[in-house]
């Protein structure tokens, strides 16, 4: 099997547990001699421009990332087109922003960011540090003050399709079970004609990106697709859910310059 991955690479992607589980690239090079994880332990500070911050304010965020000795990381590597990838979720999984931080200098990087209602907020920034194999991973938890919004409960999808911005993405699995490497295969249609979609374009590098994140916010996978090649309409990402149990996916694409976003939650068995 041309995806096959050794029991030994799965040990060596789960020991890096505070970090996203992800298929080294050797792996998603095709390679079948895939080399460990290899991340640069990493420390963060996050600096809020506003004191309470409030929901509804575009509100200043910087980010200082530093190496295991205090010291600031000063260069990165740059991956799917940035040198840093930032996700917001609601803490119900209800809110995701996917957006770039600015490179300042000396370890700092800056975004703005507004959030919608009161509640809390996990911050996942992504980067590699120059000379790192895989991306290294900083999280911190936010707490917006102001109006308070309805929490939304995180329900499994009954039917894994949605109609999102006139595109009907349909969403199915080879094998999804926790602990074991699964294809996980979006499927975009026009939401009008149902005719297939065959000219995605990429998306900052690569025929689309998935996040999913665990119902405790805990867990966090950044996945790719299998190729770099194609446009649709199927797209196949490979990941490894480490636990059972919810997670909520959203799956990002462009299609005539425009990008995309369909969420799905899904129930991962043991
Ligand atoms: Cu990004």
Redesign the pocket.
């Known amino acids: 099997m041309k995806y096959y991955i050794s029991a030994f690479l799965l040990l060596s992607v789960f020991l890096t547990a505070c970090n996203p589980l992800k298929v080294p690239k050797s792996t998603m090079n095709h390679k079948m001699s895939a080399t460990p994880t290899d991340v640069v332990p990493t420390k963060s500070e996050w600096i809020l421009g506003a004191d309470p911050p409030q929901a509804k304010v575009k509100i200043p965020i910087s980010l200082l990332i530093k190496d295991s000795s205090n010291q600031p990381i000063k260069s990165f590597e740059t991956i799917?087109e940035?040198k840093m990838?930032?996700f917001i979720v609601s803490k119900d999984l209800a809110y995701f922003s996917?957006?770039?931080p600015t490179y300042k200098e000396n370890g700092l990087f800056d975004f703005t960011a507004s959030f919608p209602t009161r509640g809390d907020y996990k911050l996942i920034s992504e980067f590699t540090p120059k000379g790192g194999g895989d991306s290294s991973v900083e999280t911190h938890w936010l707490q917006i003050e102001g109006e308070e919004g309805t929490a939304v409960p995180l329900v499994p999808d009954k039917e894994l399709s949605h109609v999102v911005e006139g595109k009907k993405v349909a969403l199915s699995f080879d094998h999804l079970m926790a602990g074991k490497t699964v294809h996980l295969i979006f499927t975009i249609k026009d939401a009008k004609t149902n005719k297939p979609l065959k000219n995605l374009q990429p998306y900052?590098g690569a025929l689309g990106?998935t996040v999913a994140i665990s119902a405790d916010a805990e867990k966090y996978l950044h996945i790719h697709p299998m190729t770099t090649e194609g446009s649709g309409p199927a797209v196949t990402f490979m990941t490894i859910f480490p636990e059972k149990g919810l997670y909520k996916i959203w799956g990002q694409f462009k299609h005539k310059g425009k990008v995309f976003t369909v969420p799905f939650v899904i129930n991962v068995p043991k």
Do not use: C, E, F, N
Request: no cysteine; hydrophobic share 35%.
């Open positions: 799917h940035k990838h930032l996917h957006i770039h900052l990106h």
